[in-house]
């Protein structure tokens, strides 16, 4: 799956570009991960891709196909092979329904409930090691732990047999001590049910631990792109460091000045800066980044690595 183009967010007056660019094509048996700090447009990205936003241009496409659904029959065609998992367990489910109904009901939704339904919601919930089913079916989500919550929900989106799943931050609610487990249970899933995952986290260590491939956000642009390990462990973009420098590391030491931290605000949406989106907050940021937008260069030895930085342009001295 692709998305290229843009998403405009309404506000008063005026709207704001909170995707504008291109995302990398997901491919099945494979985790995406779409990082960036929050504002930067991850979320309309996953709700653009799920059909819950409008565009304002460009397309998505799937299987080359370019995708205008809107609702009706046609969203819910595009739904069974492209579902989404929230950030939130316990705001995605309806506390006053049980686990039964919420998982009955994707299964009737998407025409999967069959002959013998409760064998049907016993394996969904077996495929997220929640056993025995019997034992959860009857539950409210508030009677469940957040991973509980959680692996009810990827359990409902399982419900109707994706190719896709768009993970919007699934485990920033839990606690760190479950995390873990809620990304297993999804990286079993890909390879089980040979699913694509977009991953869409502000947590640069996990998408290292969690994806294949991993694409740097800020601002509503990509910045920089490649396979997770070259990403995380050969940066090559100021704001990609920027967020690595940022996450705990027990074992770094050292002191960040603020003046060369990239501290500050990130840009509005609204007016944009021109030029590199970055470049206020860059410490090394040159001339030409303040009026030049930097397309996308080649970087380093690993084929695929590319940042969008002046930094890499052949042409500079």
């Not at 973009?237 to 027990?250: E, G, V």
Request: with cysteine.
């Amino acid at each position: 799956m692709r998305r290229r183009g843009r998403a405009a967010v309404p506000g008063r007056r005026r709207c704001g570009r909170a995707a504008d660019d291109e995302t990398p094509p997901g491919r099945r048996g494979r985790v995406t991960a779409l990082v960036g700090e929050s504002g930067s447009g991850k979320s309309t990205v996953a709700r653009l891709l799920a059909g819950l936003h409008p565009r304002s241009g460009g397309d998505i496409r799937l299987h080359g196909e370019t995708v205008d659904v809107k609702r009706g029959k046609a969203f819910r065609a595009y739904a069974r092979r492209v579902q989404m998992i929230f950030q939130d367990p316990f705001a995605s489910l309806n506390p006053v329904h049980t686990v039964r109904y919420h998982l009955t009901r994707a299964l009737k939704i998407h025409g999967r409930d069959g002959d013998d339904l409760e064998q049907s919601l016993h394996e969904l919930l077996s495929r997220v090691q929640l056993t025995p089913p019997e034992r959860y079916l009857g539950k409210f989500p508030h009677e469940l732990s957040g991973g509980q919550r959680q692996r009810v929900a990827i359990a409902r989106a399982l419900g109707a047999d994706p190719e896709a799943l768009l993970a919007d931050e699934p485990v920033s609610m839990l606690d760190v001590s479950i995390r873990l487990g809620v990304l297993n249970l999804l990286r079993d899933l890909k390879e089980r049910l040979n699913l694509a995952i977009l991953y869409i986290t502000h947590d640069i260590a996990s998408a290292r631990y969690f994806a294949d491939e991993t694409m740097v956000m800020y601002a509503g642009r990509m910045v920089e792109g490649g396979d997770s390990e070259t990403v995380t462990q050969q940066s090559a973009h100021p704001y990609t460091r920027l967020l690595i420098d940022s996450a705990p590391d027990p074992d770094r030491h050292f002191h960040v000045k603020v003046a060369d931290s990239g501290a500050g605000e990130p840009p509005s949406l609204i007016d944009p800066p021109p030029g590199c989106r970055f470049h206020p907050r860059c410490p090394v940021a040159m001339e030409r980044c303040r009026t030049e937008l930097p397309p996308r260069f080649d970087v380093g030895d690993r084929p695929g690595h590319w940042a969008a930085c002046w930094l890499y342009d052949g042409a500079a001295g």
